[in-house]
């Protein structure tokens, strides 16, 4: 019998007609006839199911890269505003009040965006559960936003020459300012790293393979935004702590950066160093870099200082998107999923751990 399908067979060689022993030989290390069943495809090579990724990538989209990088400027711009306010230096507590409520706010709508619905961030709010980064982190959020913004408040009243319509309130507001100011300084640091333990929680390669050192890489990096943008607002004379904050994030930063990357699994750090990531890294490096020599030196320049700041605060906006971008293509490739756990598990089984669900003897 013949199907329609025969037409897709490979030719078959020719063959010469011989009786005997031989024939049946040859007829067996040849291929099948139409009236057999035949191999229509290749020898199979396992990547993944069907080509599919092992591990689904976040549905985010790059708001959620600009809110990973306006709550480091919030929360650094929150702790530089409290010890402005510790030192009585009112310009850099008020440029810093003013420069970490935009921010905060601006990321509160970044955030909103990739959410689609306002409500869906309030009932985060309904609940609170320790072992979810997301629930504990919008509730950090919600704190640090209500402080800074009583904070802020004041100062844009004092602005103002006392014109808004406040009442009675004034003075409570007055009296609430500097409390307000404290604990948008104490929340400030938990803001800026709550994102890296959000995104380390993931089953995303390369984020989860950080997880031990990327919050400091946040922290440190959200120290350039603030300090950044502090001296990019602030007069010289007054942008003393901002310039130390600033050489201390550069080391910080570079410092962490290198040291998350050698403890890395070799495998899930490739993304790190290919495509739009190893860019956006690497310049935020050269830039950190250029920024921290700036303020180390320059301080006394008001240009020297603003470009620094430039340079700041743009290396840690491409810190952020740099893992960013690297965690999303990681989770693609079924390599980067698929390679560490092998690792990880012959590590166990040298180790001798065999009587868990994960590792098993052979």
């Known amino acids: 019998m013949t199907s329609e399908f025969d037409a897709f067979r490979p030719p078959e060689p020719q063959r010469r007609r011989r009786g005997g022993k031989r ?121 640090f936003s209500g402080a800074l913004g009583v904070a802020t408040a004041a100062e844009i009243d004092r602005m103002t020459g006392q014109r808004l319509p406040l009442g009675p309130l004034r003075g409570a507001l007055r009296a609430a300012e500097g409390p307000a100011g404290i604990a948008a300084g104490i929340a400030g640091p938990p803001l800026a790293v709550y994102t890296a333990v959000l995104l380390s929680d993931t089953a995303t390669p390369t984020w989860n393979a950080a997880h031990r050192d990327l919050p400091f890489v946040f922290v440190s990096s959200a120290s350039l935004a603030a300090s950044g943008l502090a001296m990019v607002t602030t007069p010289v004379d007054e942008a003393g702590p901002a310039r130390t904050l600033a050489v201390l994030g550069v080391i910080g930063d570079v410092a962490a950066t290198r040291f998350m990357e050698r403890r890395m699994d070799p495998v899930a750090a490739e993304p790190l160093h290919h495509g739009h990531a190893r860019k956006m890294l690497q310049a935020s490096e050269e830039l950190a870099v250029a920024g921290g020599i700036g303020a180390l030196f320059g301080g006394r320049s008001r240009k020297v200082s603003v470009l620094s700041g430039l340079a700041l605060l743009t290396a840690s906006a491409l810190t952020r998107f740099g893992v960013f971008e690297a965690g999303i293509e990681s989770a693609k490739d079924p390599r980067y999923t698929i390679e560490p756990q092998k690792r990880r598990l012959a590590e166990r089984r040298a180790a001798g751990i065999v009587d868990d669900s994960i590792t098993t003897v052979d």
């Open 23 to 143: 024939l049946a030989r040859r007829r067996s290390t040849l291929p099948a006839d139409g009236s057999r069943e035949m191999s229509m495809v290749p020898e199979a090579e396992f990547s993944s199911y069907y080509g599919h990724p092992v591990v689904k990538p976040p549905p985010w989209g790059h708001e959620v890269a600009a809110y990973l990088f306006l709550g480091g400027v919030a929360g650094g711009s929150g702790v530089l505003a409290a010890g402005a306010q510790l030192r009585s230096q009112t310009r850099l507590r008020r440029n810093a009040r003013l420069s970490g409520m935009t921010a905060v706010g601006l990321g509160a709508v970044a955030l909103v965006a990739d959410l689609g619905r306002p409500d869906r961030f309030y009932n985060m709010l309904r609940t609170f559960k320790v072992t979810s980064p997301m629930s504990v982190g919008s509730w950090i959020l919600s704190a």
